[in-house]
């Protein structure tokens, strides 16, 4: 399991994002979650942004679910975990930068209204 901390000037951790297996689903394949705590919370149910598993009949389809992305059942194609787990961080990211650019043009319109 990867883990990735960020540490502010303190040494204290300020971020954290990891992968972690928490168990099998219905069907016997592993299931992924990922956590997130960007301002050092501690790790819990909330921490969780996405889960992912294969598939029980076609190994090159994967099911995810984000709520963050607010992607309830959702299917990704891949050779691997570690693809998807990488595709999933980068539509997070992609995700996030459209959040911020909304968020941007919205206060733009609104200082303009000023």
């Not at 990867?2 to 168990?23: D, L, R, T, V």
């Not at 998807?84 to 980068?90: F, R, T, Y």
């Not at 911020?100 to 000023?114: I, R, S």
Request: glycine content about 4%; proline content about 2%.
């Amino acid at each position: 399991m990867k883990h990735e901390f960020h540490y502010n000037i303190k040494g204290a951790a300020i971020m954290s994002k990891y992968w972690k297996n928490i168990g099998n689903n219905k069907y016997g394949k592993p299931c992924y979650a990922l956590y997130f705590t960007p301002f050092g919370e501690d790790e819990s149910d909330d921490a969780v942004i996405a889960i992912v598993a294969q598939d029980n009949e076609d190994t090159k389809y994967y099911n995810y679910t984000s709520k963050e992305m607010n992607v309830e059942d959702d299917w990704l194609f891949g050779d691997n975990i570690d693809d998807i787990k990488d595709e999933i961080e980068e539509m997070l990211i992609e995700h996030w930068e459209n959040e911020v650019e909304y968020l941007e043009d919205k206060l733009k319109a609104f200082k303009e209204e000023e």
